[in-house]
C-alpha cells in the first residue's frame, strides 16, 4: 500500500515528461535561405532547391542578392525547384545578356538600319558618348515579369507564399538597400544589375546596381526576421592564382572578391548549414552550361543530406498543396500612364506599343509591344509595371521613361564581296533634324568602288510617312554582252562579254505606311541617271571608252513588303514578300526616241525548322517588262550572289555576276542550312530559272529550268557580320565558281 503514491507520482511524472516532449517537438525551427550571388554560377541554386524541395524541407523566408535574389524570388512565389530546372534549360540567355530584340520589333528602316553596321557609337558634342552597360534588361524585364505576374499584386514581399527580400546597391552612396516591398520584377531587376552588363534600376529615385557589390550573402539582414537555422548557398568565386590574371577584366574581378570572400570568412562560420558547390570551374557568363551547373548544385546539397533530412518537416502531400504560380498566356491592359515623355508623345508611344484599353490581348503579343518601343532606340530606360486594376479584372500599365538625349550616332561597317570588292563603311546618323519623328542618315562607302547612300524619313508609322533616298553605286565588272546589245550587234561583233564601267544614281521621293503589324506600302517617284561605257569596244576616239548609256530616267514606283524573317541571313522561320513596280515615263539625252514601259517584279520566301539545329528557306522570284522593250540596260540579269544587288540584278549562284539577261525571268532557290556549332552554318543550295525574252508571253516561264546552280557553303555569325565562303556549280557550264563574302552587306 505504502508503495502506490510513489508509483502514481513516477507515473504522473512520466506523463507530464511525455507530454511536455510533445510539446517541444511540435515548435518547428524557423528555416532561413540564403542564397548569394554570382551570375552564370548562381544556376546552382537550382540545383540545391531540387534537393531541399525532395526532402520536404520547408523554408520561412529567402534572402537574396544578385543571382540569388531573381532565383530567391522565383521560389519564394512558388516555383519548385523541378519547375526552375525546367524553366533555365529553356531560356536563351545570349538574348538576355545581349538583350537581343526579336527582328520583327524593329521598324523597317531600324531593321535595314541596324543590319549593316559593325559598330554604332553615341555621339553628341563631338564626343563620344558610350551606353551605361551592355543591355537595358528589356528581355530579361519581360520574361521575369511574365513569371511572377501571378504574384504581382503583392507588394509586401514578406506576403509572398514564403517571405523574400533582396539586396541592391545605392550607386550614389555605395550603401546596400533592402528590398522588401513595392515592385517584385524591378526589385530583383535591380538586385541582380550587374555592372557594366545591366543598365541600373531607378526605384524610388535612388539608383540601383548589383547588391552583391556591397553584400553578397546577407545572412545578418535575414537572422534578423528571427530565423532559428539558417541554410545558405555560396556560390561566389574564390581568388584566382596569378596564372589566371591573364587580363584586365580578371584583375578587375579579383580586386571587387577581396571584400566579399573576406567577409565569407565570418559569414560562412554563422551559416547553420552551409553549402559551397564545387564550381570554380564555371566563370559568371558560363549560361550555356545550364545543366552542369544545376548538376553541381544538386550534388553539393546531397553531401549535407544528413544534417537536411533533420530540418525535414512537410510530407510529399504537403508539398504538393504549395501554391505553385502559372505563367499567364494572355492579360487584360484597362488604361495607360506615362511619365517621363516631353518629345515623343502618348500617341505616338501607344502607337509602337499598338496595344488598345481595355483589350485582352496574348502575353507574347503584349511583350512584341514593348519590344516595339524599345527598338526605336528613343528612350535610354522605358521601367515599367503592371498594376491590378481596383474592382475590375486586368492591369494598369505604368511606365517611367526617360528619353535618349544622344540623337547623333556614328557607325561604322566593313564588306568584302566578288561585286564591289573590298569596302569600309562610314555612317553618320542622327535624330530629331528637323522635327521630333524624323531621321537622317549618310552612308560613306570607301573602297575599291566608292559609294553613298542618303535617307531621310519623317516617320509617322501606321500614318504617310515622308521620305526622300539617293545612292550611287559603281563597279566595273565583265558582264554579258545580251544586257547591251541586241543579237544582230552580238553576230556582227562576235562579243560575247563586255568589261564595263557602270555608274548608277537613284533618287527617290516616297510616302509610306504600315498596316497590320508587318506590312510596309510605298509609293513616290524616282530619278535614275545611269551610265555604262566600255573599254572593249573604242569610241570615236580611241583614247575614249565607248558610251553604252548614259540616260536620265524619270519614273513612278511602288512597293508592297512583308518581313517576318527571324533573321536576315539566316532564317529558320518567317515568310517574306517583296514586290516592286516601277512605271518609266520619260528618259533624257541617250535615247532619241523613247516609249514609256514598266518593269514588275516579286520576291517570296518561307523559312521554317525541323529541329534546333536544321531549316530550310525555300524562296521563289520572277519580274517582267511590259511595253515598249528597246531599253535593254534596265533588264534582269541573274548571276552571282548577294543581299543588296542594284537595279534588277537577281543574285543566282553557279553563274558570275550579270550572266544570264533578259526582259523576264522566273527563279526557285533552296536552301538547307544545319548550325553545327552556334552561329557556325554548312549550307547547301540549289537554284533553278529561266530568264529570256518574253518568257510570259511564249510559256517558256512554265517549262523545265534552261539553268541550274548548286552551292555548299560554310558561313560564320561575327560582330562584323556573316563570314561566308560558298562553292558552287552549273551542270550547264559544267564549271564551278566560289563565292566570298566578309560583313554584313551594304
Given at each position: ?95 538576355i545578356i545581349n538583350d537581343d530584340l526579336p527582328r520583327a520589333s524593329k ?48 507588394n509586401d514581399f514578406s506576403n509572398l507564399p514564403i517571405p523574400f527580400f ?282 575599291d568602288n566608292v559609294r553613298y547612300n542618303f535617307e531621310y524619313l519623317i ?288
Amino acid at each position: 500500500m505504502k508503495l502506490k503514491p510513489i508509483i502514481l507520482t513516477l507515473i504522473l511524472l512520466a506523463s507530464f515528461s511525455v507530454q511536455a516532449q510533445n510539446e517541444t517537438e511540435n515548435i518547428k525551427p524557423k528555416i532561413g535561405l540564403v542564397l548569394s550571388g554570382g551570375g552564370a554560377k548562381g544556376l546552382a541554386h537550382v540545383g540545391v532547391l531540387k534537393v531541399i524541395d525532395s526532402l520536404g524541407v520547408k523554408v520561412d523566408y529567402i534572402a537574396g542578392a544578385s543571382m540569388g535574389a531573381i532565383i530567391g524570388a522565383l521560389y519564394a512565389s512558388g516555383y519548385s525547384g523541378k519547375e526552375l530546372d525546367s524553366i533555365f534549360q529553356l531560356v536563351d540567355f545570349d538574348n538576355i545578356i545581349n538583350d537581343d530584340l526579336p527582328r520583327a520589333s524593329k521598324a523597317f528602316y531600324e531593321r535595314d538600319n541596324s543590319e549593316k553596321y559593325a559598330v554604332t557609337l553615341p555621339f553628341n558634342d563631338f564626343k563620344i558618348k558610350l551606353p551605361s552597360a551592355l543591355s537595358r534588361g528589356n528581355v530579361a524585364y519581360g520574361l521575369i515579369l511574365k513569371l511572377l505576374l501571378p504574384v504581382n499584386h503583392i507588394n509586401d514581399f514578406s506576403n509572398l507564399p514564403i517571405p523574400f527580400f533582396c539586396i541592391a546597391t545605392n550607386v550614389e552612396t555605395g550603401q546596400q538597400v533592402i528590398l522588401d516591398s513595392g515592385n517584385l520584377t524591378q526589385s530583383i531587376m535591380a538586385s541582380g544589375a550587374l555592372p557594366s552588363l545591366f543598365q541600373p534600376v531607378i526605384i524610388d529615385d535612388e539608383i540601383l546596381i548589383d547588391g552583391g557589390v556591397v553584400n553578397n550573402y546577407p545572412i545578418d539582414e535575414l537572422r534578423d526576421k528571427g530565423m532559428d537555422v539558417i541554410i545558405g548557398v555560396d556560390v561566389q568565386d574564390g581568388l584566382a592564382k596569378r596564372e589566371e590574371l591573364v587580363s584586365a577584366p580578371e584583375v578587375l574581378m579579383q580586386i571587387n572578391n577581396f571584400r566579399t570572400i573576406n567577409a565569407m570568412k565570418l559569414k560562412s562560420k554563422q551559416t547553420d548549414v552551409y553549402i559551397k558547390p564545387n564550381i570554380k570551374d564555371y566563370n559568371v557568363v558560363a549560361f550555356d552550361k545550364v545543366g552542369n551547373i544545376i548538376e553541381e548544385g544538386r550534388e553539393s546539397a546531397l553531401s549535407k543530406l544528413n544534417v537536411l533530412r533533420t530540418l525535414a518537416s512537410c510530407s510529399d502531400d504537403e508539398m504538393e498543396d504549395v501554391f505553385h504560380p502559372k505563367p499567364m498566356d494572355s492579360i487584360k491592359i484597362n488604361n495607360f500612364e506615362f511619365k517621363g515623355n516631353k518629345n515623343y508623345t502618348r500617341a505616338y508611344i501607344l502607337g509602337k506599343l499598338k496595344l488598345k484599353s481595355d483589350e485582352k490581348i496574348s502575353y507574347k503579343d503584349f511583350n512584341e509591344g514593348i519590344y516595339n518601343v524599345v527598338a526605336t532606340n528613343n528612350f535610354d530606360a522605358f521601367q515599367y509595371q503592371l498594376k491590378q486594376t481596383e474592382g475590375k479584372e486586368g492591369y494598369d500599365f505604368m511606365a517611367n521613361v526617360k528619353e535618349s538625349q544622344v540623337n547623333t550616332f556614328l557607325k561604322l561597317g566593313i564588306h568584302y564581296d566578288d561585286l564591289y570588292k573590298t569596302s569600309a563603311l562610314l555612317n553618320l546618323t542622327k535624330k530629331r533634324v528637323f522635327f521630333k519623328n524624323d531621321v537622317g542618315s549618310l552612308d560613306i562607302i570607301l573602297g575599291d568602288n566608292v559609294r553613298y547612300n542618303f535617307e531621310y524619313l519623317i516617320d509617322k508609322g501606321f500614318y504617310w510617312s515622308i521620305g526622300l533616298r539617293s545612292r550611287y553605286n559603281q563597279f566595273n565588272k565583265g558582264i554579258s554582252a545580251q544586257l547591251l546589245l541586241d543579237d544582230d550587234q552580238i553576230a556582227a561583233t562576235g562579243l560575247r562579254n563586255l568589261d564595263v564601267k557602270l555608274e548608277d544614281q537613284t533618287n527617290q521621293f516616297y510616302l509610306q505606311t504600315l498596316f497590320r503589324r508587318d506590312f510596309s506600302l510605298g509609293m513616290g517617284v524616282e530619278h535614275k541617271r545611269l551610265e555604262i561605257k566600255s573599254e572593249t569596244i573604242s569610241g570615236t576616239n580611241p583614247n575614249d571608252n565607248f558610251l553604252f548609256e548614259n540616260t536620265d530616267y524619270l519614273s513612278l514606283f511602288g512597293n508592297l513588303k512583308l518581313d517576318t524573317y527571324d533573321d536576315k541571313y539566316f532564317p529558320k522561320r518567317g515568310v517574306y514578300f517583296n514586290g516592286d513596280l516601277n512605271i518609266y515615263l520619260y528618259a533624257s539625252g541617250f535615247i532619241d526616241d523613247f516609249k514609256d514601259f514598266s518593269i514588275a517584279k516579286a520576291d517570296m520566301g518561307y523559312a521554317f525548322s525541323v529541329s534546333d539545329k536544321l531549316s530550310f528557306n525555300l524562296q521563289t522570284s520572277g519580274g517582267f517588262k511590259l511595253g515598249d522593250k528597246s531599253t535593254r540596260t534596265l533588264d534582269f540579269a541573274l548571276g552571282g550572289y548577294g543581299a543588296n544587288l542594284i537595279n534588277n540584278f537577281v543574285p543566282f549562284l553557279g553563274y558570275d555576276f550579270i550572266t544570264l539577261t533578259g526582259n523576264s525571268y522566273v527563279k526557285s532557290w533552296a536552301i538547307a542550312d544545319y548550325e553545327i556549332f552556334k552561329k557556325h552554318h554548312i549550307t547547301l543550295e540549289g537554284n533553278w530559272a529561266n530568264v529570256e525574252d518574253n518568257i510570259f508571253d511564249s510559256g517558256e516561264w512554265f517549262t523545265l529550268p534552261d539553268y541550274r546552280g548548286y552551292a555548299l557553303g560554310y558561313a560564320i555569325e561575327t560582330f562584323l557580320g556573316p563570314v561566308q565562303a560558298k562553292y558552287s556549280y552549273s551542270p550547264e557550264r559544267g564549271e564551278s565558281k566560289w563565292f566570298f563574302n566578309l560583313g554584313f552587306w551594304f
